[in-house]
């Protein structure tokens, strides 16, 4: 670094174009065209700054500025500051309800109503019999109905927000009982017991964490008692010397002293899933039947819907649940329901189900469908990847995510990458790793045992031919 005198940076400095001047130029109508002078201006008063900075420290690579150069600088920051912070990706982590990836994705149908709903006004609120004023439930509560066979339902935002809405409408100030087994804490800070102190009810633990007996239950009744709660432990498995009261059994011990049952299902399935060869999950319509009197449950886990959380039970509770202030602060959107009103009309058609659920088309996906993915994407990612990896096409296993079924798996197909000395190479597949989340379509896989592991599964057709394309692009 040679220092630059001050007469020369005095030279450099009468060289800089001035800002008005740059701004009225021929290179930069464009940019004032796409952007608009407020954040053209500023960008270029950005790089003016800069560039003085870099001169005033004596930077000897610093040159006199021409106009096209600040052109080049400019549109580069523009671009990067405008570019979409929310990206699409490819999840190739094997997980398909991916919570960090969005969940869910949604059928075209779901699409096509969002965008109506966003463009179009609409009857959210409005009674077209009538032409007064309507209740947003009103657009979907019999549907809902509909397929789980509850009196009543409500949406709110979220699942968690169902189960925080329906504590502090039904047992606020009061005591909820619930299994050790069942004190559940799902990713991020949705933990039953902050849930029920945020909602002002009291937990009452009963049992122990391997074991609950129903006697459990009844010796904790008492006059505070205002529900008896079951959750569904979505994310874990307890195995071994086990025992929990199931609902039909928990049901009549409350019925009988007056009080009510509510159901945390979680991911909440309206179908059996082992008609297309998924693990067994209880469904909402079982539930209610087996005597819960309230069950809540999300959208846009095996529901394969958008985020929401859906309430669902008797119609007296979902009534004083609708009156509560808090279901005005977690009700949902319009595209919320513009997008799960044609999902749960799916669920009309179950034997259609697996082909145009995107969700349950992906889980129902054969793995020798996956392999041939495997086969056609294997040689363009080894080409990229370069004579220091070796891509093999091997079967995995895929899961569910989302705490659906944690411990159910999927016979899936994928690539897996190691280094091509037979050395762990850690670092190595990290850089691999990190070349593909940097690409202009991030591709997240996960790396364990070794290797780099891309589970193909919900790569399909639009999306394994985006990926080849890319990858094509890519230099070795
Ligand atoms: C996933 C889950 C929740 C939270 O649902 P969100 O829709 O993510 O808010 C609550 N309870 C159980 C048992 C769950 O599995």
Redesign the pocket.
Known sequence: MSDVTGSELRALMARVPSVEKVMASAEFAALLTEFGRTQVLGALRDALDAWRVSAQSGDASVSALDIAQLRASVEATLRRRNAARLRSVFNLTGTVLH?NLG?ALLPDEAVQAVMKALTQPANLEFDLGTGKRGDRDDLIDELICELTGAEAATVV???????LLSLSALASKKEVIVSRGEL?E???A?R?PD?MSRAGARLREVGTTNRTHLKDYDEAIGPQTALLMK?????YAICGFTKEVAIDAIAPLAHARGLAVAV????GTLVDLTQWGLPRETTVRETIEAGADLV??????LLGGP???LIVGRRDLIAKIKKHPLKRALRVGKLTLAALEPVLQMYRAPEKLAERLTTLRLLTRPSDDIRLTAERVQPVLQRVAGERYVVVAEPMFSQIG???LPVDVLPSYGLVIRTADGKRGGRQLLALEKRLREMARPVIGRIADDALRLDLRCLEAADEAQLIEQLKDMQA
Do not use: E, P
């Open positions: 919570t969940r935002n979220n699942n968690a927000a169902a189960v559940v799902i990713g991020g949705f039953i849930i959750v569904h432990t979505s994310n945390d299902l979680g991911s809540t449950f999300s959208g846009d886990k985020q929401a959380g989302s705490g659906a």
